[in-house]
T-cell receptor, first 112, second 111 residues
Framework: DPKIIQKPKYLVAVTGSEKILICEQY?????MYWYRQSAKKPLEFMFS???????DNQTASSRFQPQSSKKNHLDLQITALKPDDSATYFC???????????FGKGTRLTVV | GDSVTQMQGQVTLSEDDFLFINCTYS??????LFWYVQYPGEGPQLLLK?????NKGISRGFEATYDKGTTSFHLQKASVQESDSAVYYC??????????FGTGTKLQVVP
């Protein structure tokens, strides 16, 4: 059974629209993360949360907003979508920065 | 700031060849160093963990060691197989809030 569930698996969006990527983890971890991977760039860290609080933000654009409604949830809202946002977005979790990070299978977002 | 550098972007080997991938890191803390592997269509997954205490990690025929003097760590395997084709990331974990991934080395093993 997958321990980190990301929904949807594939997503096609129109330029200028808004989408929410869903992530739930059932590993009992306190830290959750979002990473992005595109054809042009390697795996790129976006956000880290610990106990539902934002710990680090390496995303330059405010169009990306993480949302944590529950301890094991960390959704990613993306507004005013652009074609350059097309990428696979990975949710991940761990017990801390020095412990193993577990990744979900990703949401592949295509902006047309 | 803390960082990890992975210079080899792509490596192509034949089956049974020796694999060596090197990374360098920079941190003011005692690092925990990881190697993750990513197969097509999946997220990265842990391959090996190396701490300052043990200096070495071994898993699935892969071996990782680190050199504090040169602040480098590497991944090696004596004899690669086609099934080892994947992207390998060196990763720095420390007291910060997230693990820092290198840029990845794409390994292609040809039969």
């Amino acid at each position: 059974d997958p321990k980190i569930i990301q929904k949807p698996k594939y997503l096609v969006a129109v330029t200028g629209s808004e989408k929410i990527l869903i992530c739930e983890q059932y590993l009992g971890h306190n830290a959750m993360y979002w990473y992005r991977q595109s054809a042009k760039k390697p795996l790129e860290f976006m956000f880290s949360y610990s106990y539902q609080k934002l710990m680090d933000n390496q995303t330059a654009s405010s169009r990306f907003q993480p949302q944590s409604s529950k301890k094991n949830h960390l959704d990613l809202q993306i507004t005013a979508l652009k074609p350059d946002d097309s990428a696979t977005y990975f949710c991940a979790s761990s017990q801390g920065a020095s412990t193993e990070v577990f990744f979900g299978k990703g949401t592949r977002l295509t902006v047309v | 700031g803390d960082s990890v550098t992975q210079m080899q972007g792509q490596v192509t080997l034949s089956e049974d060849d020796f694999l060596f991938i090197n990374c360098t890191y920079s941190t003011t803390w005692y690092p925990t160093l990881f190697w993750y592997v990513q197969y097509p269509g999946e997220g990265p997954q842990l391959l090996l963990k190396v701490t300052t205490a043990n200096n070495k990690g071994i898993s699935r025929g892969f071996e990782a060691t680190y050199d504090k003097g040169t602040t480098s760590f590497h991944l090696q395997k004596a004899s690669v197989q086609e099934s080892d084709s994947a992207v390998y990331y060196c990763v720095l974990g420390d007291s910060g809030t997230y693990q820092r991934f290198g840029t990845g080395t794409k390994l292609q093993v040809v039969p």
